[in-house]
Protein backbone atom coordinates (compact mmCIF):
# COMPACT_ATOMS: atom_id res chain seq x y z
CA UNK A 1 0.00 0.00 0.00
CA UNK A 2 1.40 3.53 -1.22
CA UNK A 3 3.03 5.12 2.18
CA UNK A 4 1.27 8.53 0.94
CA UNK A 5 -2.31 7.29 0.18
CA UNK A 6 -4.30 10.44 0.64
CA UNK A 7 -7.81 11.28 3.42
CA UNK A 8 -9.94 11.97 0.39
CA UNK A 9 -8.90 8.92 -1.41
CA UNK A 10 -11.75 6.40 -2.45
CA UNK A 11 -11.61 2.88 -1.07
CA UNK A 12 -14.52 1.90 -1.82
CA UNK A 13 -16.23 2.94 -4.97
CA UNK A 14 -19.62 1.78 -4.39
CA UNK A 15 -20.53 3.66 -1.57
CA UNK A 16 -17.83 6.43 -2.39
CA UNK A 17 -15.94 5.72 0.94
CA UNK A 18 -12.58 7.46 1.88
CA UNK A 19 -9.46 6.65 3.20
CA UNK A 20 -10.19 9.87 6.01
CA UNK A 21 -13.87 8.11 6.44
CA UNK A 22 -12.31 4.63 7.40
CA UNK A 23 -9.57 6.06 9.76
CA UNK A 24 -11.93 8.59 11.64
CA UNK A 25 -14.22 4.88 11.81
CA UNK A 26 -11.09 3.33 13.48
CA UNK A 27 -10.78 6.21 15.84
CA UNK A 28 -14.36 5.85 16.61
CA UNK A 29 -13.66 2.03 17.55
CA UNK A 30 -14.06 0.24 14.56
CA UNK A 31 -10.94 -3.17 14.91
CA UNK A 32 -12.60 -5.18 12.42
CA UNK A 33 -13.80 -5.24 8.52
CA UNK A 34 -17.50 -5.41 9.68
CA UNK A 35 -17.57 -2.39 12.11
CA UNK A 36 -15.92 -0.46 9.55
CA UNK A 37 -18.68 -1.45 7.02
CA UNK A 38 -21.13 -0.67 9.93
CA UNK A 39 -19.83 2.89 10.62
CA UNK A 40 -19.14 4.04 6.89
CA UNK A 41 -20.38 1.49 4.37
CA UNK A 42 -17.71 0.32 3.41
CA UNK A 43 -18.22 -3.05 1.46
CA UNK A 44 -22.08 -2.48 1.68
CA UNK A 45 -22.48 -1.55 -2.15
CA UNK A 46 -23.27 -3.31 -5.95
CA UNK A 47 -20.09 -5.36 -5.76
CA UNK A 48 -19.88 -6.70 -1.61
CA UNK A 49 -16.35 -5.60 -0.98
CA UNK A 50 -15.05 -7.61 -3.96
CA UNK A 51 -12.65 -4.14 -4.40
CA UNK A 52 -12.05 -2.98 -1.16
CA UNK A 53 -11.81 -5.27 1.34
CA UNK A 54 -8.78 -5.90 0.71
CA UNK A 55 -7.53 -2.15 1.28
CA UNK A 56 -10.09 -1.97 3.98
CA UNK A 57 -7.72 -4.45 6.19
CA UNK A 58 -4.32 -2.89 4.69
CA UNK A 59 -5.39 0.61 6.45
CA UNK A 60 -7.03 -1.28 9.85
CA UNK A 61 -3.34 -3.56 9.64
CA UNK A 62 -1.39 -0.31 9.49
CA UNK A 63 -3.34 2.36 11.87
CA UNK A 64 -3.78 -0.42 14.86
CA UNK A 65 -0.62 -2.19 14.47
CA UNK A 66 -2.18 -5.66 13.89
CA UNK A 67 -1.74 -8.36 10.85
CA UNK A 68 -4.28 -8.44 8.04
CA UNK A 69 -5.64 -11.55 9.25
CA UNK A 70 -6.97 -10.32 12.59
CA UNK A 71 -8.93 -7.31 11.01
CA UNK A 72 -11.58 -10.47 9.69
CA UNK A 73 -13.60 -10.41 6.73
CA UNK A 74 -17.38 -10.00 5.43
CA UNK A 75 -19.84 -13.01 5.75
CA UNK A 76 -19.76 -14.15 2.82
CA UNK A 77 -23.94 -14.46 1.66
CA UNK A 78 -25.85 -15.32 -0.65
CA UNK A 79 -26.23 -14.12 -3.67
CA UNK A 80 -22.50 -14.33 -4.95
CA UNK A 81 -23.20 -12.14 -7.43
CA UNK A 82 -26.21 -9.65 -8.03
CA UNK A 83 -29.27 -11.22 -9.26
CA UNK A 84 -33.01 -10.41 -9.91
CA UNK A 85 -35.76 -10.51 -7.15
CA UNK A 86 -37.47 -11.92 -10.71
CA UNK A 87 -35.35 -15.21 -11.34
CA UNK A 88 -34.78 -15.87 -7.07
CA UNK A 89 -38.81 -15.85 -6.78
CA UNK A 90 -39.51 -17.08 -10.07
CA UNK A 91 -41.67 -20.57 -10.86
CA UNK A 92 -38.54 -21.70 -12.35
CA UNK A 93 -36.50 -21.41 -9.44
CA UNK A 94 -34.73 -24.39 -8.48
CA UNK A 95 -33.98 -25.40 -5.05
CA UNK B 1 -7.13 -6.66 34.78
CA UNK B 2 -10.42 -4.60 35.73
CA UNK B 3 -10.66 -4.19 39.22
CA UNK B 4 -14.11 -1.21 39.40
CA UNK B 5 -16.94 -1.10 41.03
CA UNK B 6 -19.98 0.79 39.23
CA UNK B 7 -23.74 1.38 40.72
CA UNK B 8 -25.08 -0.60 37.76
CA UNK B 9 -23.30 -3.14 35.50
CA UNK B 10 -25.47 -3.82 31.52
CA UNK B 11 -25.04 -6.96 30.10
CA UNK B 12 -25.15 -6.79 26.02
CA UNK B 13 -24.27 -4.22 23.69
CA UNK B 14 -26.93 -4.44 21.36
CA UNK B 15 -30.00 -1.50 21.20
CA UNK B 16 -31.64 -2.53 24.44
CA UNK B 17 -28.41 -2.83 26.60
CA UNK B 18 -26.83 0.71 24.69
CA UNK B 19 -30.26 1.96 25.22
CA UNK B 20 -30.59 1.04 29.30
CA UNK B 21 -26.94 2.17 30.06
CA UNK B 22 -27.32 5.52 28.39
CA UNK B 23 -30.65 6.24 30.24
CA UNK B 24 -29.10 4.84 33.24
CA UNK B 25 -26.19 7.21 32.92
CA UNK B 26 -28.89 10.43 32.58
CA UNK B 27 -30.47 9.54 35.80
CA UNK B 28 -26.72 9.84 36.92
CA UNK B 29 -25.73 6.54 37.69
CA UNK B 30 -21.97 5.17 37.50
CA UNK B 31 -22.41 2.38 34.48
CA UNK B 32 -20.33 -0.41 32.85
CA UNK B 33 -21.73 -1.75 30.28
CA UNK B 34 -20.37 -5.19 29.31
CA UNK B 35 -20.78 -6.95 25.43
CA UNK B 36 -18.56 -10.06 24.58
CA UNK B 37 -17.96 -8.88 21.06
CA UNK B 38 -18.59 -4.77 19.58
CA UNK B 39 -21.42 -2.79 19.84
CA UNK B 40 -24.96 -3.86 17.86
CA UNK B 41 -23.09 -7.38 16.48
CA UNK B 42 -25.64 -9.53 17.37
CA UNK B 43 -29.13 -8.65 16.50
CA UNK B 44 -29.45 -4.71 16.06
CA UNK B 45 -27.13 -5.32 13.13
CA UNK B 46 -28.87 -8.75 11.69
CA UNK B 47 -32.55 -6.97 11.43
CA UNK B 48 -34.65 -4.44 9.75
CA UNK B 49 -35.50 -1.12 12.05
CA UNK B 50 -38.28 1.19 12.43
CA UNK B 51 -40.97 2.47 14.96
CA UNK B 52 -44.08 1.29 14.22
CA UNK B 53 -47.34 1.96 15.37
CA UNK B 54 -49.73 0.00 13.02
CA UNK B 55 -48.30 -3.05 14.00
CA UNK B 56 -48.89 -3.03 17.95
CA UNK B 57 -51.76 -4.82 19.24
CA UNK B 58 -54.12 -2.76 21.39
CA UNK B 59 -53.08 -2.11 24.94
CA UNK B 60 -49.87 -2.16 26.61
CA UNK B 61 -48.22 -3.39 23.33
CA UNK B 62 -49.42 0.08 21.73
CA UNK B 63 -48.87 2.04 24.87
CA UNK B 64 -44.76 1.26 24.61
CA UNK B 65 -44.84 1.59 20.99
CA UNK B 66 -46.47 4.71 20.72
CA UNK B 67 -44.21 6.23 23.49
CA UNK B 68 -41.15 5.04 22.30
CA UNK B 69 -41.97 6.81 18.91
CA UNK B 70 -42.37 9.61 20.84
CA UNK B 71 -38.71 9.24 22.65
CA UNK B 72 -37.58 8.57 18.86
CA UNK B 73 -38.03 12.42 18.48
CA UNK B 74 -36.50 13.38 21.40
CA UNK B 75 -33.66 11.32 21.05
CA UNK B 76 -33.07 12.97 17.33
CA UNK B 77 -32.27 16.18 18.94
CA UNK B 78 -30.83 14.79 22.21
CA UNK B 79 -27.75 12.59 20.70
CA UNK B 80 -25.28 13.46 18.33
CA UNK B 81 -24.43 10.97 16.68
CA UNK B 82 -26.99 10.61 13.65
CA UNK B 83 -29.12 7.44 13.74
CA UNK B 84 -31.11 8.22 10.55
CA UNK B 85 -34.54 8.56 11.97
CA UNK B 86 -37.12 9.47 9.12
CA UNK B 87 -40.56 10.00 9.95
CA UNK B 88 -42.50 8.97 7.09
CA UNK B 89 -45.31 6.76 8.15
CA UNK B 90 -45.83 3.54 7.08
CA UNK B 91 -48.42 0.97 5.73
CA UNK B 92 -49.62 -2.70 5.94
CA UNK B 93 -51.75 -3.98 2.64
CA UNK B 94 -54.68 -6.38 2.08
CA UNK B 95 -54.54 -9.09 -0.79
CA UNK B 96 -57.88 -10.20 0.06
CA UNK B 97 -61.23 -8.94 1.47
CA UNK B 98 -61.08 -11.61 4.66
CA UNK B 99 -57.58 -9.40 5.24
CA UNK B 100 -59.10 -6.07 4.60
CA UNK B 101 -61.73 -6.96 7.13
CA UNK B 102 -59.55 -8.00 9.96
CA UNK B 103 -57.51 -4.63 8.97
CA UNK B 104 -60.33 -2.29 9.56
CA UNK B 105 -61.53 -3.65 12.66
CA UNK B 106 -57.45 -3.69 13.70
CA UNK B 107 -57.63 -0.14 12.83
CA UNK B 108 -61.09 0.57 14.38
CA UNK B 109 -59.85 -0.94 17.64
CA UNK B 110 -56.73 1.08 17.74
CA UNK B 111 -58.66 4.26 16.65
CA UNK B 112 -60.54 3.60 19.65
CA UNK B 113 -57.59 4.11 21.88
CA UNK B 114 -56.96 7.18 20.24
CA UNK B 115 -54.04 6.26 17.65
CA UNK B 116 -54.65 7.87 14.04
CA UNK B 117 -54.50 5.08 11.72
CA UNK B 118 -56.51 5.71 8.37
CA UNK B 119 -58.52 3.29 6.46
CA UNK B 120 -56.81 3.11 2.74
CA UNK B 121 -58.92 2.26 -0.53
CA UNK B 122 -57.24 0.80 -3.18
CA UNK B 123 -56.95 3.71 -5.11
CA UNK B 124 -55.02 5.61 -2.18
CA UNK B 125 -52.66 2.93 -2.10
CA UNK B 126 -51.59 3.72 -5.36
CA UNK B 127 -51.27 7.57 -4.24
CA UNK B 128 -49.23 6.67 -1.56
CA UNK B 129 -47.17 4.01 -3.86
CA UNK B 130 -47.37 4.23 -7.36
CA UNK B 131 -44.97 0.93 -8.06
CA UNK B 132 -47.46 -1.35 -5.72
CA UNK B 133 -49.60 -3.66 -7.48
CA UNK B 134 -53.12 -2.91 -8.59
CA UNK B 135 -54.77 -6.01 -7.38
CA UNK B 136 -54.69 -5.09 -3.50
CA UNK B 137 -57.76 -4.67 -1.88
CA UNK B 138 -56.72 -1.37 0.26
CA UNK B 139 -54.76 -1.40 3.81
CA UNK B 140 -53.96 0.83 6.88
CA UNK B 141 -51.83 3.64 7.23
CA UNK B 142 -49.97 5.52 10.20
CA UNK B 143 -48.09 8.49 9.16
CA UNK B 144 -46.68 8.63 12.59
CA UNK B 145 -44.36 5.56 11.95
CA UNK B 146 -40.77 5.92 11.86
CA UNK B 147 -37.20 4.26 9.85
CA UNK B 148 -33.88 4.36 11.51
CA UNK B 149 -30.44 2.65 11.40
CA UNK B 150 -30.17 0.10 14.65
CA UNK B 151 -26.61 -0.05 14.50
CA UNK B 152 -26.45 3.62 14.78
CA UNK B 153 -28.73 3.68 17.29
CA UNK B 154 -26.63 2.30 19.77
CA UNK B 155 -23.43 4.30 18.48
CA UNK B 156 -25.30 7.06 18.94
CA UNK B 157 -26.46 5.89 23.02
CA UNK B 158 -22.91 4.63 23.60
CA UNK B 159 -20.74 7.85 22.28
CA UNK B 160 -23.44 10.06 23.72
CA UNK B 161 -22.07 9.00 27.66
CA UNK B 162 -18.59 7.06 26.84
CA UNK B 163 -16.62 8.21 29.44
CA UNK B 164 -19.42 10.19 30.75
CA UNK B 165 -20.62 7.88 33.22
CA UNK B 166 -20.48 5.02 31.25
CA UNK B 167 -17.65 2.51 30.46
CA UNK B 168 -17.72 0.15 27.85
CA UNK B 169 -16.31 -3.31 27.88
CA UNK B 170 -16.43 -4.76 24.38
CA UNK B 171 -14.74 -7.61 23.89
CA UNK B 172 -15.55 -9.03 27.91
CA UNK B 173 -17.33 -12.55 28.23
CA UNK B 174 -19.14 -12.53 31.69
CA UNK B 175 -18.17 -15.62 33.14
CA UNK B 176 -20.06 -15.52 36.41
CA UNK B 177 -22.30 -13.80 38.70
CA UNK B 178 -21.66 -13.20 42.34
CA UNK B 179 -23.92 -12.92 44.73
CA UNK B 180 -23.76 -12.83 48.13
CA UNK B 181 -25.25 -15.18 51.62
CA UNK B 182 -28.48 -13.28 50.85
CA UNK B 183 -28.59 -14.14 46.94
CA UNK B 184 -28.01 -9.69 46.67
CA UNK B 185 -26.25 -9.20 43.69
CA UNK B 186 -22.63 -8.28 44.58
CA UNK B 187 -20.39 -8.35 41.18
CA UNK B 188 -20.18 -9.47 37.59
CA UNK B 189 -17.06 -11.85 36.69
CA UNK B 190 -15.88 -11.33 33.74
CA UNK B 191 -12.66 -13.16 31.71
CA UNK B 192 -10.93 -9.12 31.67
CA UNK B 193 -11.88 -9.01 35.99
CA UNK B 194 -13.96 -8.51 38.55
CA UNK B 195 -16.72 -5.67 38.42
CA UNK B 196 -18.42 -4.96 42.35
CA UNK B 197 -21.63 -3.82 41.14
CA UNK B 198 -24.68 -4.34 43.73
CA UNK B 199 -26.69 -4.13 40.07
CA UNK B 200 -26.73 -5.67 37.19
CA UNK B 201 -29.68 -5.33 33.84
CA UNK B 202 -29.24 -8.48 31.78
CA UNK B 203 -29.62 -7.20 28.03
CA UNK B 204 -28.81 -10.18 26.42
CA UNK B 205 -31.35 -10.80 23.86
CA UNK B 206 -31.18 -14.39 22.56
CA UNK B 207 -28.55 -14.83 24.92
CA UNK B 208 -30.82 -13.95 28.08
CA UNK B 209 -31.01 -17.33 29.55
CA UNK B 210 -27.43 -18.23 29.48
CA UNK B 211 -26.72 -15.01 32.13
CA UNK B 212 -29.79 -15.61 33.97
CA UNK B 213 -28.67 -19.17 34.53
CA UNK B 214 -25.52 -17.58 35.97
CA UNK B 215 -27.31 -16.45 39.54
CA UNK B 216 -30.08 -19.30 39.28
CA UNK B 217 -33.17 -17.12 36.90
CA UNK B 218 -34.77 -19.17 34.29
CA UNK B 219 -35.26 -16.47 31.03
CA UNK B 220 -37.92 -18.19 28.74
CA UNK B 221 -36.59 -15.91 25.70
CA UNK B 222 -36.79 -18.32 22.41
CA UNK B 223 -34.73 -17.94 19.04
CA UNK B 224 -36.87 -16.87 16.74
CA UNK B 225 -34.78 -16.30 13.27
CA UNK B 226 -35.95 -13.77 10.02
CA UNK B 227 -33.93 -13.85 6.80
CA UNK B 228 -34.17 -10.34 4.70
CA UNK B 229 -32.90 -9.26 1.33
CA UNK B 230 -31.03 -6.12 0.46
CA UNK B 231 -31.80 -4.64 -3.29
CA UNK B 232 -29.14 -2.84 -5.01
CA UNK B 233 -29.06 1.00 -4.63
CA UNK B 234 -32.01 2.32 -7.48
CA UNK B 235 -33.89 5.18 -7.38
CA UNK B 236 -36.26 5.82 -4.61
CA UNK B 237 -39.11 3.79 -5.93
CA UNK B 238 -40.84 3.02 -2.19
CA UNK B 239 -41.53 5.94 0.11
CA UNK B 240 -41.88 4.00 3.30
CA UNK B 241 -42.32 0.70 4.79
CA UNK B 242 -44.69 -1.42 3.97
CA UNK B 243 -45.93 -4.60 5.02
CA UNK B 244 -48.64 -7.58 3.92
CA UNK B 245 -51.15 -7.77 6.41
CA UNK B 246 -50.32 -11.48 6.67
CA UNK B 247 -47.15 -10.08 8.51
CA UNK B 248 -49.49 -9.28 11.66
CA UNK B 249 -50.93 -13.11 11.30
CA UNK B 250 -47.44 -14.50 11.19
CA UNK B 251 -46.16 -12.05 13.97
CA UNK B 252 -49.84 -12.96 16.35
CA UNK B 253 -51.48 -16.67 16.18
CA UNK B 254 -54.70 -14.48 17.10
CA UNK B 255 -55.26 -13.94 14.08
CA UNK B 256 -56.85 -16.56 11.49
CA UNK B 257 -56.69 -16.15 7.90
CA UNK B 258 -55.80 -18.31 5.06
CA UNK B 259 -52.09 -17.97 3.13
CA UNK B 260 -50.08 -19.02 0.68
CA UNK B 261 -48.62 -22.36 1.23
CA UNK B 262 -45.31 -21.53 -0.71
CA UNK B 263 -44.96 -19.08 2.37
CA UNK B 264 -46.43 -20.73 5.44
CA UNK B 265 -43.98 -23.17 6.19
CA UNK B 266 -41.11 -20.41 7.24
CA UNK B 267 -43.86 -18.05 8.13
CA UNK B 268 -42.84 -15.64 5.49
CA UNK B 269 -44.56 -11.66 5.26
CA UNK B 270 -43.73 -9.43 2.57
CA UNK B 271 -42.19 -6.34 4.26
CA UNK B 272 -40.11 -3.72 2.04
CA UNK B 273 -38.28 -0.78 4.00
CA UNK B 274 -36.42 2.57 2.22
CA UNK B 275 -32.79 2.26 3.47
CA UNK B 276 -30.56 5.68 3.52
CA UNK B 277 -27.74 4.16 0.58
CA UNK B 278 -31.15 4.11 -1.58
CA UNK B 279 -31.60 0.55 -1.36
CA UNK B 280 -34.21 -1.33 -0.21
CA UNK B 281 -34.46 -4.22 2.92
CA UNK B 282 -36.97 -6.88 1.78
CA UNK B 283 -38.38 -9.27 4.33
CA UNK B 284 -38.96 -11.76 6.16
CA UNK B 285 -39.28 -14.66 8.04
CA UNK B 286 -40.28 -15.96 11.05
CA UNK B 287 -39.17 -19.54 12.40
CA UNK B 288 -37.96 -20.89 15.55
CA UNK B 289 -34.45 -22.67 15.29
CA UNK B 290 -30.94 -22.62 17.08
CA UNK B 291 -29.52 -19.33 17.35
CA UNK B 292 -28.41 -19.18 13.94
CA UNK B 293 -27.49 -16.63 11.43
CA UNK B 294 -27.09 -18.74 7.74
CA UNK B 295 -29.55 -17.75 5.18
CA UNK B 296 -31.51 -20.94 3.54
CA UNK B 297 -31.93 -20.66 0.00
CA UNK B 298 -35.57 -21.87 0.46
CA UNK B 299 -36.98 -18.98 2.65
CA UNK B 300 -34.99 -16.60 0.40
CA UNK B 301 -37.15 -18.20 -2.71
CA UNK B 302 -40.37 -17.42 -0.36
CA UNK B 303 -39.17 -14.02 0.17
CA UNK B 304 -38.48 -12.96 -3.29
CA UNK B 305 -41.97 -14.70 -4.22
CA UNK B 306 -43.67 -12.36 -1.84
CA UNK B 307 -41.55 -9.38 -3.04
CA UNK B 308 -42.37 -9.72 -6.68
CA UNK B 309 -45.94 -9.99 -6.37
CA UNK B 310 -46.45 -6.89 -4.21
CA UNK B 311 -43.73 -4.64 -6.21
CA UNK B 312 -43.60 -6.18 -9.74
CA UNK B 313 -40.95 -3.68 -10.47
CA UNK B 314 -38.53 -5.95 -8.59
CA UNK B 315 -38.91 -8.29 -10.74
CA UNK B 316 -36.09 -6.69 -13.06
CA UNK B 317 -34.09 -5.71 -10.12
CA UNK B 318 -31.11 -6.98 -8.33
CA UNK B 319 -30.71 -8.43 -4.73
CA UNK B 320 -27.32 -8.16 -3.60
CA UNK B 321 -27.27 -9.86 -0.48
CA UNK B 322 -29.27 -11.83 1.90
CA UNK B 323 -28.56 -11.69 5.77
CA UNK B 324 -30.12 -13.84 8.95
CA UNK B 325 -31.08 -12.06 12.48
CA UNK B 326 -32.23 -13.98 15.70
CA UNK B 327 -35.13 -12.38 18.12
CA UNK B 328 -35.27 -12.91 21.40
CA UNK B 329 -39.26 -14.42 21.50
CA UNK B 330 -41.41 -15.08 24.46
CA UNK B 331 -44.44 -16.82 24.48
CA UNK B 332 -46.86 -13.72 25.06
CA UNK B 333 -45.72 -11.49 23.26
CA UNK B 334 -44.33 -9.30 25.85
CA UNK B 335 -40.69 -8.00 27.00
CA UNK B 336 -39.54 -8.82 30.51
CA UNK B 337 -38.75 -5.00 31.91
CA UNK B 338 -38.42 -6.06 35.43
CA UNK B 339 -36.53 -6.58 38.52
CA UNK B 340 -35.97 -10.51 39.54
CA UNK B 341 -37.66 -10.66 43.28
CA UNK B 342 -35.66 -13.65 44.14
CA UNK B 343 -32.05 -11.80 43.26
CA UNK B 344 -32.67 -8.60 44.76
CA UNK B 345 -30.54 -6.55 42.05
CA UNK B 346 -30.89 -8.26 39.38
CA UNK B 347 -32.99 -7.05 36.37
CA UNK B 348 -33.97 -8.24 32.85
CA UNK B 349 -34.72 -6.52 29.75
CA UNK B 350 -35.01 -8.66 26.97
CA UNK B 351 -37.38 -10.69 25.20
CA UNK B 352 -38.58 -7.66 22.53
CA UNK B 353 -38.91 -10.32 19.62
CA UNK B 354 -38.85 -8.16 16.86
CA UNK B 355 -39.69 -4.98 18.53
CA UNK B 356 -36.39 -4.51 20.13
CA UNK B 357 -35.99 -1.58 18.04
CA UNK B 358 -39.08 -0.12 17.70
CA UNK B 359 -39.49 -0.14 21.85
CA UNK B 360 -35.33 0.18 22.80
CA UNK B 361 -35.93 4.42 23.71
CA UNK B 362 -38.62 3.14 26.31
CA UNK B 363 -37.08 0.17 27.45
CA UNK B 364 -33.94 2.05 28.69
CA UNK B 365 -35.81 5.10 30.15
CA UNK B 366 -38.34 2.24 32.02
CA UNK B 367 -35.92 0.60 33.27
CA UNK B 368 -33.46 3.43 34.99
CA UNK B 369 -36.56 4.84 36.12
CA UNK B 370 -36.96 1.59 37.89
CA UNK B 371 -33.43 1.77 39.09
CA UNK B 372 -34.10 5.29 40.54
CA UNK B 373 -36.90 4.44 42.39
CA UNK B 374 -38.94 6.11 40.79
CA UNK B 375 -42.37 5.99 39.28
CA UNK B 376 -42.08 4.50 35.88
CA UNK B 377 -44.09 5.93 32.95
CA UNK B 378 -46.05 3.15 31.78
CA UNK B 379 -47.12 0.22 34.46
CA UNK B 380 -44.57 -2.57 34.83
CA UNK B 381 -47.29 -5.05 35.58
CA UNK B 382 -47.66 -6.68 32.08
CA UNK B 383 -43.69 -6.55 31.77
CA UNK B 384 -42.76 -8.32 35.17
CA UNK B 385 -40.77 -11.64 35.74
CA UNK B 386 -43.63 -12.80 38.33
CA UNK B 387 -45.88 -13.14 35.31
CA UNK B 388 -43.87 -16.62 34.45
CA UNK B 389 -44.15 -18.08 37.46
Same mark, same amino acid.
Given at each position: ??? @? *? +???????? =???? /???????? %??????????? @? *? +???????? =???? /???????? %??????????? @?????????????? /???????????? | ?????????????????????????????????????????????????????????????????????????????????????????????????????????????????????????????????????????????????????????????????????????????????????????????????????????????????????????????????????????????????????????????????????????????????????????????????????????????????????????????????????????????????????????????????????????????????????????????????????
Amino acid at each position: MDD @K *L +RDDELVCR =CEEV /TVGDIKAA %IKAGARDITEI @K *L +RTRAGMGL =CQGR /TCEFLVQQ %ILSRELGISAE @KTGFSTPRTPQRPV /TFGTLGGDGFDK | MINKTYDVTVIGGGVIGTSVAYHLVKKGFSVALIEKKDLARGTSSHCDAAALIVDKMPGVDAALGYASIKRFLELKNELSYDFELTQNGSMYVCESDQEMEIASKYAKDMQADGYKIDILEPKELQEYEPFIAKDLKGGIFSKECCGLNPFKLCFAFVDQVNGKGLDLYSYTNVTGIKLNVKHEVEGVETDKGFISTKRIVNCAGVWANEVGRMAGIEIPVKPRKGVILISAASFPFCNQKVQEFGYMISKFSEFECKRDPDVEKYNVAFTIEPEAGNNVLIGSSRNFSDISFNTEIEIIHAIAKRAIRFYPILKEMNCIRSYAGVRPFMDDHLPLITEVEKVPGYYIATGHEGDGISMAPMTGRLIAELLAGEKPYLDLTPFNYKRLS
